[in-house]
């Protein structure tokens, strides 16, 4: 399999240290939708990441679907996703918070970097949305003893938090800064230390 993306995009990240963790071999193209978008366009004519090219060549082109895959093909007990209800749809809604503050991280930059006249209301409601997510899982998480979000065992929500919450660091620093939220920089940082976040690692490279 070929795992196309560059690791400074979590939605990216979060396929291949769950990749990682599934003890599931592939190809790693770090290719930017910007400098590298006509390689992308070859596999994926969204032009976007992550982009998983399977053995077969069919092709998965964004990270909710990646992450089903990879989950129905993963070693037994190893599974980021708990099967069961109500565990199941508890570790997603984190999971989506997650995955939906990644976006509006990226879109506020966006805004910011690629616009001659940025959108104020735009960016406002943007840095809304982020903060009042951040909001949700810190108080979340402020609630849970355990190392990983949900018990001794880690999912796919631990490792969506760390992902975007690095991103953000990156992206928007003063943002990161401004935020007080003990639960969740202690929860990256643990994260941020296991041996599969630091191998599937990249800084950030801001769009040329």
Known sequence: MILIGQYD???VRRCAIA???YSINF???PWSTFG????????NPLTRVPTLVLDNGDVLNDSYSIIDYIDSIAPHGKLLMPKLQPERHQVLAVMSLATGLADKVVALF?????H?????????????????TISALEKDRSTRP????????MTHADIAVACAMQHLAASHPDIAASVNMPALDAHCARMEAMPVFKEIYQPFIPPA
């Open 146 to 153: 355990d190392d990983y979000w949900f018990g001794d065992r």
């Open 36 to 43: 590298d978008a006509d390689k992308i366009r070859e596999f």
């Open 110 to 114: 966006y805004e910011k970097v690629l």
């Open 9 to 11: 995009s979590s939605f």
């Open 27 to 29: 190809d790693h193209k």
């Open 116 to 132: 001659d006249h940025p959108s104020q209301a735009y960016m406002a409601r943007c840095r809304a949305q982020i903060d009042h």
């Open 19 to 21: 990749m990682r963790i």
